[in-house]
C-alpha cells in the first residue's frame, strides 16, 4: 500500500522560507513521476510543482523561481524547497503521484490514497 508522509510546514513571514519533505513508502519516488499539489478553503487540490523520474521538473507559474523539487533516492523522500514565499502561497501541501502535463491543474481521477498534508501558513 502506499503511504505518503508530508511534514515541514508552518507559520512564516512574507519572503521566508520552508522546505517540505513527502516521505513515501509503498512507491519509489526516483522512478515514478511525482508532485506537490496545494489546496486552500473552498478549492480543489493544484499541481504547482511535478519531477519526472529522469529529474526533469516543472512549475506553476505562481511559483517559478522561488520553488524547487528535489529527491532523495536513499531516503525514498521528495522535497520542496520554497523561497520568497507570498502570501497567496498558503495552503495544505500534498505530495503524490502526478501527471506532467497537469501542471496548474487538479489531480488525476485515479489517485486514491493521500498523506494529511503539511499546512503552510504565509502571513505577517
Known amino acids: 500500500q502506499v503511504q505518503l508522509v508530508e511534514s515541514g510546514g508552518g507559520l512564516v513571514q512574507p519572503g521566508g522560507s520552508l522546505r517540505l519533505s513527502c516521505a513515501a513508502s509503498g512507491i519509489i519516488v526516483s522512478s515514478t513521476t511525482m508532485g506537490w499539489y496545494r489546496q486552500t478553503p473552498g478549492k480543489e487540490r493544484v499541481l504547482v510543482a511535478v519531477?519526472?523520474?529522469?529529474?526533469?521538473?516543472n512549475y506553476a507559474d505562481s511559483v517559478k523561481g522561488r520553488f524547487a523539487v528535489t529527491r532523495d533516492r536513499s531516503k525514498n523522500t521528495m522535497y520542496l524547497q520554497m523561497d520568497s514565499l507570498k502570501p497567496e502561497d498558503t495552503g495544505v501541501y500534498y505530495c503524490?503521484?502526478?501527471?506532467?502535463?497537469?501542471?496548474?491543474?487538479?489531480?488525476?481521477?485515479?489517485?486514491?490514497?493521500w498523506g494529511k498534508g503539511t499546512l503552510v501558513t504565509v502571513s505577517s
Open positions: 519531477i519526472k523520474a529522469g529529474g526533469f521538473a
Open positions: 503524490n503521484e502526478a501527471q506532467w502535463t497537469l501542471i496548474e491543474r487538479g489531480p488525476p481521477n485515479d489517485i486514491n490514497y
